[in-house]
């Protein structure tokens, strides 16, 4: 007998008019970590699967019409952290380096004094959503 919700669906609207939707459910056949997001503009689309962390999909709206669609960006030395993980681009990021960032951040705010994100206040907004 569970007793959690399997499925969700909210609709949001955002203060600034944009809309979206989340969708979460246990009941995927087939979906290990399947956490992804997707997010349309008026400059293009981009799309992350947790389950591909080194790629990013991006589409932008001024394209070529012969090249319109999404094309992969790999992580790499170019991005965040890169040159201490990632010596070169779709080496791949695991689980491991996504803890050592982690730490890194929350280690770094501590020594700078600063604010570390996401933090409690954020983990709050969200718990509200």
């Known amino acids: 007998n569970v007793d959690v919700d399997d499925e969700i669906t909210t609709l949001v609207k955002f203060e600034n008019g944009a809309v979206g939707s989340i ?10 970590n399947y956490l992804t997001f997707e997010i349309h ?3 293009g689309s981009i799309y992350f699967n947790y389950e591909r962390r080194d790629e990013l999909q991006v589409c932008f709206s001024d394209d070529p019409g012969d090249a319109k669609g999404f094309r992969t960006v790999y992580t790499g030395p170019a991005h965040p952290y ?4 990632w010596p070169i681009p779709a080496l791949g990021i695991g689980y491991g380096e996504t803890k050592i960032i982690e730490a890194y951040d929350f280690i770094k705010s501590i020594v700078d004094d600063t604010t570390v994100s996401p933090n ?4 709050y907004r969200i718990a509200v959503i």
Not at 82 to 85: C, I, K, Q, S, T
Not at 120 to 123: A, L, S
């Open 23 to 32: 969708e979460a459910t246990r009941n995927a056949w087939g979906r290990n």
């Open 41 to 43: 503009g008026d400059k």
């Open 82 to 85: 890169g040159e201490g993980l």
């Open 120 to 123: 409690f206040d954020d983990g």
